[in-house]
């Protein structure tokens, strides 16, 4: 028997650029990004655009192609942007993914070719998955529009669509050819989801940023207030942060057990599959960090003043720290409506040993391989108690 | 405007065995390569034979449930092997796939759970995309059991399926777990399979490895008298200068326009569109060998010598050096039935510039970016007079 040990090794380059105004014809971006090849022939380059973005942007279409236009030497539109409807629903079935493969062949979009997907997360996973399955991967801009898009989910290396009722049950890891974050877009977005995107930075500052972290907190009443220069700064810092994990945690497509990112994640994830979506991502990563960091509470491994911290600030944003869902079922941990199950649906997905993040501090963050059914009840019934304080407050 | 520059470098690590034998109990190979990652529970193994495996090796159904009997303390094998149908048929529809994505979702099979593939380059496509999309990638363990997928497909990174009639149109670079090639397969194959998996190592010998050429001219005749030692030698020594071009050629994943390893296969891909895959890969590719080196010889880049050589080694192995689907509408280079329609689809699947590989002498490749159809059309007619007068001998 012989053995032959293969080695390889692949280095990916992108660009996370911060822009106002990414369609404008003296914005050169987006023509630098296609240029940035040295190849000379125009390239073709293919849109989808999340109705969201459409309804409150209705000029968007035309501004891409007046921008194609303009830069005609370097872009050849080949088709008027698709407009599919945004939010988790892209996710839930095939056609929109089939639609997009139809237009790669009807419009014979090749490897150097681009698909630029203008959304928010969830259109961003889809375009991103048909993209990166067709010839085995066509070039992906991410125009990442919602706060959560453009400070976490859009930076990374994921894509994918849901199947079987499960997030992202079909998907790959792969890279974005650029990701263009035009904070305009951050502007006409409900209040929902200007504040749900600050999840993932509480998040990613309590694992890693504790100054980051002191920063959310004290602007937590301009970020209420739509400070656009606030919320610049956090989406900016938020994706750097995600960003530098990516590329210096030595697993970027996530070929071990551990998930550092995931933090408040496994109830997130369950909590919106429960709600059919109502509860939306940032919502739902709101009330996952306020259950683990309870939980850590609970047991002893936090202290109560950071633990104050920590559901101050989400309660600071106006953001959710409690649903109803998170109750049903909580007895019986095997019941599939039961937020427990997603332990498990947590772990399946990754694979391997579970790997829950918990603090012991503001930016200490540390791994347990096991969670207390009864603990995790126990923290329920406290955000619940707590939630039905500050409501009637 | 500010620009973050993000650098992502992953590594892969995956075994490429070769081995007599797999399944019996006392082959250790497949046991070690699912405890070699360190963890303890007994992984989850779901496994796909190819047709043509299970008719030649009616036991290997079994052999695989009492290897994974035997070893129950790593493997658990989740349901008894699905048997698919084998051959390119397998690609052309998304059924199969969806049928591996059940399975997936049925047996709960996670990231670190295994899908073993055993079969010929098809199955192994269509399974490596299932596996590489199911979670964003299951552990995949390919068993090739043909020449094809032995010394070439199945050591890769690719995968695929067929969709608009062409070829891998969807699919993903993507490295499996593990490469376990049992030689004991070989022996069964029927002639046309035996000696066409040989092409690939005639390709790869001219490109990189003379003296590995000189061994294959040397034992034309041993191989079609089947001898087992030397086509072991055939394919290990194939398989490992694959291994070494995809370490080392800079892009493994193929993001630029060269595609070094493709010799030959722009005519090889279109003509088994062509034949419906009635002409196989192998048999495909021995004559686009032949075209390419025909072509290199009649611009004046190769001597008549080394054209001979090439073209007797094809001929000696009972290969083709011609089909008559060369010949049909090669006046019209547009039309979709014109070999020289291939030229295109070739540039367009990979995308940016037209890259084809040519020789100008044995070892010696060099490329060009465009290529001559009357001087193609001369090398068809050249072949389609050679192969008469073989035939006629």
Known sequence: MTILQQHVEVRFTYPVAFTHGLFDSDNTLLRNVVTDDQSHAAKKIYCVIDAGVAEHHPDVSNAIARYCATYSEHLQLVAPPLVVPGGEAIKNNAAPLHTLHEAVNTYGLDRHAYIMAVGGGAVLDMVGYAAATA????????????VLAQDDSGVGVKNGINQFGKKNFLGTFATPYAVLNDFTFLTTL??????????????????????FFAYIETHAAALVQRDLSVMEHVVYRCAQLHLDHIANSGDPFEMGSSRP???????AHKLEQLTDYAVRHGEAVAIGIALDTTYAYQKGFLSEADWERVIGSIEALHLPIYHPALSSHIDSADHPHSILAGLREFREHLGGQLTIMLLRGIGEPFEVHEMDGACIRDSITALEARSRATVSV
């Not at 010839?135 to 919602?146: E, K």
């Not at 990112?261 to 109830?267: E, I, M, V």
């Open 135 to 146: 010839h085995r991967g066509i070039r992906l801009i991410r125009v990442p529009t919602t």
């Open 190 to 211: 409900e209040d929902r989801d200007w504040l749900g995107g600050v999840s993932e930075a509480i998040k990613v500052a309590l694992l890693k940023d504790p100054v």
């Open 261 to 267: 990112l995931d933090f408040g994640h496994w109830a």
